[in-house]
T-cell receptor, first 114, second 112 residues
Framework: EAQVTQNPRYLITVTGKKLTVTCSQN?????MSWYRQDPGLGLRQIYY???????DKGDVPEGYKVSRKEKRNFPLILESPSPNQTSLYFC?????????????FGNGTRLTVT | GESVGLHLPTLSVQEGDNSIINCAYS??????FIWYKQESGKGPQFIID?????DKRQGQRVTVLLNKTVKHLSLQIAATQPGDSAVYFC???????????FGTGTSLTVIP
């Protein structure tokens, strides 16, 4: 089944403890992206990747890192999480940016930082 | 920056009626638009898309209308069912940018 898989689904952590949220897609998509979703603010882009080894900042990149060593994986790293990073996170992928193809989303990771 | 907004935050309809959800966008260079459905506890799910060279596109029970003159997008759901209850939001991008911009969503409630 074609899908975007995020892990974990739920995560509770403490301020300053490094964490990684994994994202994997099995559709051979070039474009991948991370979003956070907060009430009243909608989906805001954190980082995106047009292809392997190419990553760029989105609208809210502060406090986050990403890597794209392989086409299928796009992990989101929080080196030193803070309470304002408590949010619902979504990974998404699409065939390619130039193809005007829709984003396919994972089921989300709900992160709580205390 | 770009803004993508929705006219109403909530919408309630009777089962069997048609639903219309609206979206306004501000970037005149936007050329690709998508409607997503998000159910509680799930990620956004693709419903239908439309490119700027079209003004209407139909799917199964859904129709998207694009009015580029007033930068307005709408999603029509025919014969709304309880399973249609969800948050719906639009997204747009342009070839001059590298990201999608999303509206904040309209919560649709279908009354049995």
């Amino acid at each position: 089944e074609a899908q975007v898989t995020q892990n974990p689904r739920y995560l509770i952590t403490v301020t300053g403890k490094k964490l990684t949220v994994t994202c994997s897609q099995n559709m051979n998509h070039e474009y991948m992206s991370w979003y956070r979703q907060d009430p009243g603010l909608g989906l805001r882009q954190i980082y995106y990747s047009m292809n392997v080894e190419v990553t760029d900042k989105g609208d809210v990149p502060e406090g986050y890192k990403v890597s794209r060593k392989e086409k299928r994986n796009f992990p989101l790293i929080l080196e030193s999480p803070s309470p304002n990073q408590t949010s619902l996170y979504f990974c998404a992928s699409s065939l390619s940016w130039s193809a005007n193809s829709p984003l396919h989303f994972g089921n989300g990771t709900r992160l709580t930082v205390t | 920056g770009e803004s993508v907004g929705l006219h109403l935050p909530t919408l309630s309809v009777q089962e069997g009626d048609n639903s219309i959800i609206n979206c306004a966008y501000s970037n005149s260079a936007s050329d690709y638009f998508i409607w997503y459905k998000q159910e509680s506890g799930k990620g956004p799910q693709f419903i239908i898309d439309i490119r700027s060279n079209m003004d209407k596109r139909q799917g199964q029970r859904v129709t998207v209308l694009l009015n580029k003159t007033v930068k307005h997008l709408s999603l029509q759901i025919a014969a709304t069912q309880p399973g249609d209850s969800a948050v719906y939001f639009c997204a747009e991008n342009s070839n001059t940018g590298n990201q999608f911009y999303f509206g904040t969503g309209t919560s649709l409630t279908v009354i049995p």
